[in-house]
């Protein structure tokens, strides 16, 4: 019974948090975003993957492409926006940050992506903001975005 009443608190936490901490003032308060030319590191919860520094239970790899460097960008936003509940937070010549929620409780994971100068790749790092395990969320969201800009011939 214990067990279920602190599911349950943890649950509120969580979505009272969601509520109150604006999308972003988060991206700021966690140093979200490229330092010198790199995505953040992955905390040590299994909720997140890195195409950049990342270890053995968070690497992924980078996303390549043989087109523009524009007209892979211009892609990845036109994939970004069927991708269900996501939206686009900020966007540079060489960076993109989404947020997606999950489906029931509307938990927020933060998905980047860094157009490296003078590299045909495209890192990535998908995060959630809460939690130890995503079950494999992140990771499976970010191939399917691979797949996805395969689709399309990038």
Known sequence: MSRIIAFAL??????????????DAWAVASG??????HLSLCPA?????????GDRK???DPIKY?????????????????VPRTSILEQTDNYI?????????????DVEFYFPPNENIIHLRSASRIGESDLGVNRRRLEQIRLALGDLNI
């Open 10 to 23: 943890l649950i509120f936490l969580t979505l009272t948090a969601s509520l109150m901490l604006p999308t």
């Open 58 to 60: 968070h690497a992924i």
């Open 66 to 82: 043989h087109v523009d460097r524009n007209k892979a960008r211009e892609t990845l936003l036109k994939v970004l926006t069927v």
């Open 32 to 37: 979200l975003g490229v330092s010198s030319g």
């Open 97 to 109: 940050h989404a947020t997606s929620k999950s489906r029931i409780f509307k938990f927020i994971d």
């Open 45 to 53: 919860s299994d909720n997140c993957v890195v195409s950049q520094s």
